[in-house]
Antibody, heavy 119, light 107 residues
Framework: QVQLVESGGGLVQPGRSLRLSCAASGFIFSNYAMHWVRQAPGKGLEWVAAASYDGADKYYTDSVKGRFTISRDNSKNSVSLQMNSLTFADTAVYYC????????????WGQGNLVTVSS | DIQMTQSPSSVSASVGDRVTITCRASQDISNWLAWYQQKPGKAPKLLIYATFSLQSGVPSRFSGSGSGTDFTLTISNLQPEDFATYYCQQANSFPLTFGGGTKVEIK
């Protein structure tokens, strides 16, 4: 079965950096796009970034462009989100998500990893 | 960017009721619309993709309809386990965008 295990979250000061990682298993990782979706405390879902199956194409929501970088290592079945210049607004649970492994949607989600930006 | 407007933001209903949630896209997204269910403290779960298609294991009391800019999620015969928050999401173009969510509460 598909498993996505995120790591790397925690407490960080404004302006600092943090790197989230997601280890994937249970499917042919190199065949599928990977996404990050976040959810601020008590708020709705916000799509953050995506990388194509080979990492050649990357997409970001406007609020993180120039600060966040998504990358993937198909040899290690992993995807990462490098987050720089963090602000209070980046505080959220971050989910690693697959697209299209089973069906045409964000079909498998990790357990979520809390990032708290606070001074 | 495509804006997704979901309504209502909350609804109170009883077990056995029929609940309808609507989602409007700011531009034509064909049938690239998905619905997710989220329970407190849990990751979202894909319910419906491509407007109509039920994800495997999702009960048939959930159904989706619509096209273009207007979409609907209907829950027939509401069950206790259906009390949750529901989100629509467009997959027509990047950036992917979600509706604001609809919380289905117990009346």
């Amino acid at each position: 079965q598909v498993q996505l295990v995120e790591s790397g979250g925690g407490l960080v000061q404004p302006g600092r950096s943090l790197r989230l990682s997601c280890a994937a298993s249970g499917f042919i990782f190199s065949n599928y796009a990977m996404h990050w979706v976040r959810q601020a405390p008590g708020k709705g879902l916000e799509w953050v970034a995506a990388a194509s199956y080979d990492g050649a194409d990357k997409y970001y929501t406007d609020s993180v462009k120039g600060r966040f970088t998504i990358s993937r290592d198909n040899s290690k079945n992993s995807v990462s989100l490098q987050m720089n210049s963090l602000t209070f607004a980046d505080t959220a649970v971050y989910y690693c998500v697959t697209y299209g492994v089973s069906v045409a949607g964000l079909d498998h989600w990790g357990q979520g990893n809390l990032v708290t930006v606070s001074s | 960017d495509i804006q997704m407007t979901q309504s209502p933001s909350s609804v109170s209903a009883s077990v056995g009721d029929r609940v309808t949630i609507t989602c409007r896209a700011s531009q034509d997204i064909s049938n690239w619309l998905a619905w997710y269910q989220q329970k407190p403290g849990k990751a979202p779960k894909l319910l419906i993709y491509a407007t109509f298609s039920l994800q495997s294991g999702v009960p048939s009391r959930f159904s989706g309809s619509g096209s273009g800019t207007d979409f609907t999620l209907t829950i027939s015969n509401l069950q206790p386990e259906d009390f949750a928050t529901y989100y629509c999401q467009q997959a027509n173009s990047f950036p992917l965008t979600f509706g604001g969510g609809t919380k289905v509460e117990i009346k």
